[in-house]
């Protein structure tokens, strides 16, 4: 398989942002599954997209056994297939866009462009075609895929601006596709997973699968079977100019609850609307932090005695089955190195300690122990 023709459109939607082409040109990728061949092409600048629109795109088939690819001669005399944008005025387009607010952006950008600059278009243009790598409806929608089932062999596509003028002008793509063998997504890579506080972190690297994916969903389980997903819209990596060389997602759980042990799976979305396999499962549970911290009192020197006797108490409200017990930390100095002093844990219920043997300073701290490890 070559891996190098998945990575056209997430590419392009950076050019189309940052860099403008030398000669305007359609770039094409493809992806066969079950003999089914799929076809998506971007235009590489707003400009030939907008020019296009009325007429759309032409696709031809030949079949061509060589690596080598063909030119637009090889194609004379065939028929071909055309693809085109939604009209302006479709019904299609009310549907889409009450499930895809993608849908409206593309809309305004083909037929109610706002912005003068050619930076402002060239940007939106860019976005435009990243929500496309995210959805078929709106790939379709803007006229940039094409899908059929031809007999198994092997083919040669030729996609170009239907109308004359601009197919000489803009440089069209060809395309080698097997229809008897099936591409394949990468497998994910492994899944990291951990708690802080009350919020479960996922970490996954996707340097080596931006080649196949153009996002990803979550989807979460309370008993390993049942699963929901998470997130409506799907995860897209995101690089600024102050993380140029990011390699993972990080993805933020805040809805879990304490005390129950969540099972999580990812898969990609392909660039063809096909999903890649599901992740390893990976699990955790969150446990209950101890927020709360015991109030001290002054330590009263016990009357004919040279022993120190400490006082704490927990604020009003705490629930008392949180703790596990109780250490008493002492220092010579305020900001010193404080060590345990309590040989066996204090129990939950205690509310004062006696230090036998106190130095001539001596600073506390009591320790609250939680039930789940932790401490305040």
């Not at 056209?8 to 000669?23: K, P």
């Not at 197919?167 to 990291?192: F, H, T, W, Y």
């Amino acid at each position: 398989m070559d891996k190098g023709k998945f990575v056209f459109s997430i590419v392009l939607s950076i050019l189309a942002i940052f860099q403008t082409q030398a000669q305007e040109q359609v770039k094409a990728g493809s992806f066969v599954k079950d003999t089914k061949v799929y076809l998506r092409f971007i235009l590489t600048d707003f400009k030939s997209f907008e020019q296009c629109k009325d007429e759309g795109m032409i696709i031809k088939r030949i079949a061509w056994d060589s690596q080598l690819l063909p030119d637009t001669t090889n194609f004379k005399g065939v028929a071909g297939v055309s693809v085109k944008p939604f009209d302006k005025v479709n019904s299609k387009w009310d549907s889409l866009i009450t499930i895809n607010s993608g849908a409206g952006f593309i809309y305004n950008l083909l037929y109610e462009p706002t912005g003068n600059a050619k930076g402002d278009l060239s940007m939106a243009y860019g976005l435009a075609m990243l929500g496309c790598d995210l959805s078929v409806d709106l790939s379709i929608a803007a006229g940039t895929f094409y899908a059929e089932t031809p007999l198994v062999g092997k083919y040669a596509y030729l996609i170009r601006p239907k109308n004359s003028k601009l197919a000489r002008a803009i440089k069209p793509a060809i395309v080698l596709v097997n229809s008897g063998v099936s591409d394949v997504l990468k497998e994910m890579g492994q899944v990291k997973i951990k708690g802080n506080k009350k919020e479960i972190q996922l970490d996954w690297d996707v340097n080596t699968l931006m080649l196949y994916y153009g996002g990803y969903f979550i989807e979460r389980s309370e008993d390993g079977k049942q699963y929901t997903v998470l997130n409506k819209t799907a995860i897209v990596q995101i690089r600024t100019k102050d993380e140029p060389d990011k390699k993972n997602i990080l993805y933020v759980d805040n809805t879990a609850d304490y005390n129950k042990t969540y099972y999580y799976r990812i898969r990609g979305l392909g660039y063809f609307g096909i999903y890649g396999n599901y992740s390893d499962v990976v699990k955790w549970k969150l446990m209950k932090p101890l927020e709360a911290f015991p109030l001290g009192e002054t330590p009263v020197l016990l009357k004919g005695d040279s022993t120190l006797e400490i006082h704490w108490s927990m604020p009003d409200g705490f629930d008392p089955n949180e703790l596990a017990g109780f250490d008493i930390l002492r220092s010579e100095t305020a900001e010193g190195t404080y060590t345990k002093i309590n040989k066996t844990k204090l129990s939950k219920e205690t509310v004062s300690f006696v230090d036998l043997k106190p130095k001539q300073a001596n600073y506390y701290k009591v320790l609250a122990l939680g039930i789940n490890g932790d401490s305040a």
